[in-house]
């Protein structure tokens, strides 16, 4: 299966775009030669590097092709100031090419690989030239945030299926190692668009619900259930019909993703909402309380945020260009906070002491306030 | 409550946005009050925030207390001025009785989250006050760090207090760089307080602790009656008042001649949290209470006396030679005649905290004590308690707290503007 992310300026550009997606999925063309100014940009991901067979492109549609030759799943991103995702591949395993097919307006942008799907990911410089990109007025802005945002929750949402289903093959066959080292790499695009997810009703408990969420005489269902089988009892024995329905219920929920339609408001929601999810559930540790992989959700639900709020960024920046500044200030800080946490590809088991605990609750709270603002800011007229 | 004098917070909200920008300086003018004593017998109005002291100190004390202690995880020097800009702005708006922000708790577009929380709507300003301090980490870290360029202003008088004999201090409810005290007659007006200020400051500060008192156990004004601590036993009987107005300037404030200037017309504040075993305190015999404190617990009268203010008479004698008033008596140890004159304001609360999870309450006093240098009073006064009191068999100093407290803010100036000029 090909993810290939699109990021349309207007919806005028929508047909031209559709044509190219579609020549990209069908040829699955081979990078440019070195030397060349135009045709795809190869990148060769491997655990280490994150090398572009170029790192300039004309101002408009640009397409990366992306093979990981390394033995980490990896995800590729171009990133605009402050982290704000033009566009994104999600989920390439070993040995897989992926295209990513994005318009970007002149400007200096980040191309951005995440083997193990940690973490700052390793960073280069793109260049796009071109005539300087038109000033677009705020109601563009906002239309594009919406836009692009959903692009991003659909992308995620494809990769949630896909590892979901990695996940409950695992179970059902017993293997209970790789079960729970997919547990927290499924969750982790659950986590991002958890808001989204829980506007769909009664899903998200069905697929989400902690032992201590569940109303007398209804039965415990989804990841949380199988995750207390394979940490307390180290088995995957019984969780079949569990992990069968945990399957139904992510593509209910990935269907609906795919098609939602989203209002500025929804997305400084969806961001406030992420945060208030890590003050409550994760700094604590309830959420992942069999396999203290609470971190891996911690970041997960920061990325998500951070997408959401940087899908705003444009607007945010013609209205409040202090809010700006402060949030990309305390967005990393969060994330270098989590960093002290990480070993390998993922985070140490958290069973933090109440004064680490403290401090994480600090920055996460330092974030949340301005991310609160966000809301006011995109309704003011 | 009574009827309040000056305006209700839901009649201020359209005007809070103009008083941010006057720094509520015209508010005096709506007062109906004339000085300090009349705040005493009203417990609804407002404390002037702006003056030569800080008001919390000798503002007759208030019912209720909500203190909290903050540790700055900001690295840089902008970003404190910054906050304490707009605490101040804060501050002078709550005492004041008004929301905070440009359109405080109801009255901001329904997409926002509300700049004031909003429990405090409708509430008098119930004598509000905030009084801030500055603990010697803030100028210098554990590691004896600079941390925001302020080292060489730390105040000798700002020490870090001794061990005293059977302290059990928790770290956690323990020190602070920036402690505020918010003192009111209503304990609802106290926190929405510290819970605004605590707010504003998410992203540079965080609260370390925070501490509720719900009875003063002390009078700062002969207009106020003396309170019971939970010994059941009136305490303050003897403290500094604001009417002692020379004796304020020898004991409670900092001088031009002790420097720095920064904190002349200030004050240093020693907080302890001072854990009270009540119930093996309520086993005691009266009369072995009576001479643990040196008072009898009716009347407040020192022992061989028969009046709450009478003088007290250290040599008296009973028939059988002792003396009336205990050697070992907590009036005597911390009397100024046997601690070199020193003196103490004190300012504290009883606090209730719950219960301790062996079946008795987590109870005791919040003592809060302001003074002119610590070195020559709280701690030399501290350290014979310590050594002698009888009633250190009752109590256990579980928390504790030093801060030097600048003068007064004068209008248009902030918090601490003196400390990083």
Redesign the interface.
């Known amino acids: 299966m090909i993810t290939i992310t699109v990021r349309r300026a207007t919806a005028v550009a929508v047909p031209l775009l559709a044509g190219l997606l579609l020549a990209g999925c069908a040829d699955d063309k081979t990078a440019a030669a070195p030397g060349d100014t135009t045709g795809p940009v190869a990148v060769k991901a491997t655990d280490s590097e994150c090398a572009l067979s170029r790192g300039e492109v004309k101002s408009g549609t640009s397409t990366f092709s992306v093979s990981n030759g390394g033995s980490k799943v990896t995800e590729f991103y171009v990133y605009a100031e402050g982290d704000r995702v033009m566009g994104e591949v999600e989920n390439i395993g070993p040995g897989l090419k992926r295209d990513l097919i994005v318009e970007l307006p002149t400007g200096k942008y980040q191309a951005v690989c995440k083997p193990g799907m940690i973490g700052d990911g390793i960073r280069g410089d793109l260049n796009v030239t071109g005539a300087a990109a038109a000033q677009i007025d705020e109601d563009t802005a906002l239309k594009q945030a919406t836009e692009s945002y959903q692009r991003y929750v659909n992308s995620q949402a494809i990769a949630l299926e896909q590892k979901t289903t990695e996940f409950v093959q695992a179970v059902k066959g017993g293997d209970v190692a790789k079960a729970k080292e997919l547990f927290p790499v499924s969750r982790t695009y659950w986590e991002r668009i958890e808001p989204v997810a829980e506007s769909f009703g009664d899903l998200d408990p069905k697929i989400d619900a902690r032992v201590n969420d569940v109303e007398p005489g209804t039965e415990w269902t989804g990841y949380h259930r199988i995750e207390q089988a394979l940490w307390e009892k180290n088995t995957t024995t019984g969780m079949e019909k569990y992990a069968d329905q945990l399957l139904v219920d992510v593509k209910t929920v990935v269907a609906k993703a795919k098609v939602v339609k989203l209002n500025p408001l929804q997305l400084a929601n969806g961001a406030k909402e992420l945060l208030d999810e890590v003050a409550t559930g994760k700094v604590t540790g309830e959420e992942d309380r069999y396999s203290h992989t609470d971190l891996w959700d911690f970041q997960a639900n920061v990325e998500g945020s951070q997408a959401a709020v940087q899908a705003l960024r444009p607007a945010l920046q013609q209205r409040d260009a202090a809010l700006v500044t402060t949030l990309d200030t305390n967005f990393k800080a969060v994330f270098a906070a989590l960093d002290k946490y990480r070993v390998g590809d993922g985070f140490k088991p958290y069973t933090a002491t109440e004064a680490e605990k403290k401090q994480l609750g600090a920055v996460v709270d330092a974030l949340a306030e301005p991310v609160s603002k966000v809301a006011g800011v995109i309704a003011k007229k | 409550m009574t009827e309040r004098k000056g305006v209700s917070r839901r009649g201020l909200l359209g005007a809070a946005g103009a008083a941010v920008a006057t720094g509520v300086a015209g508010y005096a003018a709506h007062s109906a009050l004339s000085g300090e004593e009349s705040q005493a017998a009203d417990t609804t109005g407002p404390v002037e925030f702006h003056g030569a002291h800080q008001a919390g100190i000798v503002t007759p004390a208030q019912d209720r207390l909500h203190f909290a202690t903050f540790d700055v ?1 900001a690295t840089k020097r902008d970003a404190v001025v910054s906050l304490l800009k707009e605490w101040t702005a804060a501050a002078a708006l709550m005492t004041a009785g008004r929301d905070i922000g440009q359109y405080g708790a109801v009255n ?6 509300p700049e004031d929380t909003g429990e405090a709507v409708g509430l008098p300003p119930a004598r509000l006050t905030l009084t801030i301090g500055f603990g010697p980490s803030f100028l210098v870290d554990a590691k004896g760090n600079d941390r925001f360029g302020l080292k060489s202003r730390r105040p000798p008088a700002l020490v870090d207090l001794p061990h005293f004999i059977g302290d059990n201090l928790d770290p956690n409810r323990s020190g602070g760089d920036i402690a505020v005290q918010a003192c009111s007659d209503d304990p609802q007006v106290a926190v929405h307080a510290i819970r605004n200020l605590a ?1 504003i400051g ?3 500060t ?1 609260v370390r602790y925070s501490q509720l008192g719900f009875g003063r156990t002390s009078s700062t004004s002969r207009a106020q009656t003396t309170p019971r601590n939970l010994f059941g036993f009136k305490d303050g009987t003897n403290n500094l008042k604001l009417e002692d107005t020379a004796k304020l300037e020898e004991q409670l404030w900092v001088q031009p001649e002790d420097g720095p200037d920064w904190m002349v017309g200030g004050s240093y504040l020693v907080s302890r949290r001072i854990r009270m075993t009540i119930e093996i305190w309520d086993r005691t015999s009266l009369g072995e209470q009576e001479q643990i404190i040196g008072r009898g617990k009716g009347t407040g009268a020192p022992l061989g006396k028969a009046d709450e203010f009478d003088p007290i008479d250290f040599t008296a004698k009973n028939a059988d030679g002792e003396p009336k008033l205990a050697m070992d008596s907590h009036v005597r140890l911390a009397h100024p005649q046997f601690n070199k004159g020193a003196e103490l304001l004190r300012r504290g609360y009883n606090f209730v905290d719950g219960s301790d999870g062996l079946g008795r309450l987590d109870a005791g006093l919040f003592f809060l004590a302001y003074q002119r240098d610590p070195r020559k009073q709280f701690i030399p006064i501290q350290q014979q308690l310590a050594r002698t009191d009888t009633m250190n068999e009752y109590i256990r100093h579980v928390g504790s707290g030093i801060f030097a407290c600048p003068a007064g803010v004068p209008a248009g100036s902030f918090w601490g503007e003196k400390l990083f000029a």
């Open positions: 995880t901001g577009p329904g997409e926002a989250p707010r998410f992203g540079t965080v």
